[in-house]
């Protein structure tokens, strides 16, 4: 590390030490998942008929109306290019292929229903002459420049009164399920340059909001942390350098997010991806298993701080109610050796166990849609427990772990509920609930050279490895994401 590097890697917040282990890891990989077997209903994910849903709804308004303080988190970062990329390849084509692709679909659906996109109206009114200038008024920044923009302050919805931004029918959700008396808190993860426009989106809505119902939006931002990018390698696992020599550092993905969760305060924080939201037709549903979720969440924290409490000074009897759940509720194995162990050794290691940051995700049966699944996943610790893996967590080459793959029913729609208070009210340091070892590596090139670098653990994966987890099914009606502009035109997100 020359003096340069030193000085770069202050103003970044990383040490020198930081740089080495990534540069190790380059060398070593991560190792994949040990998935057991897929977590299904009644292994490892509850499903939840009508009457039950009726109870959880109810424990969760009851504990709203006792002062629960929620807050909705929502990871809101980077531009939507990915978005347009069908787009895209249409702009860069020539006049010629262009005219061949008028007749293809998606394009010809797209021209054909550019008025049923909420931002249809803003392209047409500026008089496009033909279909190659409609994708430049959407694409570049001499028109609506979504292209550049982020997900969250593209237009998705059209109503009566106006179309909304994924920004804003976040909002409105939170107004159905995330109230705190007469205030409503989201905290969006955006990147510093579009930080503006964020808050340029949202402005009339809040403003809307709180006149017609007096309620209070509080909506606050914050940034993926420098100290959380990872250096850049050469195909050679030695540190990349740009052109004038200075070390090359990329964001490191969402599980970096785990340090922007770790400096909010709530009792119980909903998570759910920017563009999952879908027209206001389709919000009771979704508000009904947000609640059943939060009333699962409660009910399970409930149980465990009460057996914590009773572990603080164990007794044969305390001891034994703890031992129920984590071998019944939670189907955790206890180590070798517990029933001939004491009584403060057995009350150590069932605290070990319990004393964690809580999470319940909602899981979707797999119909096709792409998302990371439920599994039962042994950890290095050797304890086996429920974990969101990724397919590229998976070894591709162990035909074992593939069968166990291609047997998943369900996948991971991010749709969590997280309490992060300890029995005692005590914020957790959530960073001492990650597994390091559950990151990725991914191959990229920059001004034509290849290069390597490396995600941190997911924040609904690696991220929480650690923590207590549940599964619980809930309805594909719940699950609308918008990952290319032509799913704008499902009828999810289209007026009903």
Request: proline fraction near 5%; hydrophobic fraction near 40%; charge should be negative.
């Amino acid at each position: 590390m020359n003096a340069q590097d030193q000085e770069q890697l202050k103003s970044k917040g990383i040490s020198a030490q930081q740089v080495e282990k990534q540069l190790s890891q380059f060398k070593s990989g991560f190792p994949y998942a040990d998935i057991v077997r897929p977590a299904t209903c009644g292994d490892g994910i509850a499903r939840i008929d009508d009457a039950e849903a009726a109870r959880l709804q109810s424990a969760y308004d009851a504990e709203l109306a006792g002062g629960l303080d929620v807050l909705k988190f929502i990871p809101a970062s980077g531009a939507a290019t990915r978005m347009f990329k069908n787009m895209y390849e249409y702009k860069n084509a020539d006049a010629q292929k262009q005219a061949q692709m008028d007749g293809e679909k998606p394009y010809k659906e797209f021209f054909e229903r550019l008025g049923d996109f909420a931002f249809g109206s803003e392209i047409t009114r500026r008089n496009p002459a033909g279909h190659a200038q409609v994708i430049d008024l959407m694409l570049d920044a001499e028109g609506l420049g979504y292209g550049q923009k982020p997900k969250g302050v593209i237009l998705f919805h059209n109503y009566p009164d106006g179309p909304r931004t994924a920004a804003e029918e976040h909002i409105m959700e939170g107004l159905a399920y995330a109230r705190n008396g007469n205030k409503v808190r989201l905290h969006y993860t955006v990147s510093p340059t579009h930080l503006d426009l964020f808050r340029a989106a949202v402005a009339d809505r809040v403003a809307r909001i709180s006149k017609a119902e007096g309620v209070e939006i509080e909506i606050t931002y914050s940034f993926q942390k420098p100290s959380t990018d990872t250096v850049a390698a050469t195909m050679d696992n030695e540190p990349f350098r740009d052109a004038d020599g200075r070390l090359v550092f990329r964001p490191a993905g969402h599980g970096a997010l785990i340090e922007n969760l770790n400096d909010l305060e709530a009792d119980l924080i909903f998570i759910k991806n920017i563009d999952n939201v879908a027209q206001e037709h389709m919000l009771a549903t979704t508000a009904k298993y947000k609640k059943v979720l939060a009333g699962y969440a409660v009910s399970m924290k409930k149980r465990i701080d009460t057996l914590l409490r009773g572990l603080a000074t164990p007794t044969a009897a305390s001891i034994a109610d703890a031992q129920a759940f984590v071998t019944g509720e939670m189907k955790a194995a206890l180590p070798s050796g517990f029933d001939a162990a004491d009584v403060a050794d057995k009350a150590e290691t069932l605290r070990t166990i319990l004393d964690r940051p809580l999470r319940v995700c909602g899981m979707v049966k797999n119909e096709g849609e792409p998302g990371g699944g439920p599994f039962w996943v042994k950890g290095s610790d050797g304890r086996t427990t429920l974990q969101v893996v990724e397919s590229a967590q998976i070894d591709p080459n162990d035909p074992g772990k593939m069968q166990i793959m291609k047997q998943s029913t369900h996948f991971n729609p991010v749709d969590l509920v997280c309490c992060t208070r300890d029995w005692q009210g005590r914020k957790y340091d959530l960073t001492k609930f990650v597994d390091h070892n559950a990151g990725f590596i991914s191959f990229k090139s920059l001004n034509g050279k290849d290069l390597k670098a490396m995600e941190l653990p997911g924040l609904w994966n690696g991220a929480m490895a650690y923590w207590n987890t549940f599964f619980v099914e809930v309805p594909v009606e719940t699950f609308n994401p918008v990952k290319t502009v032509m799913d704008l035109l499902r009828k999810q997100h289209q007026p009903k």
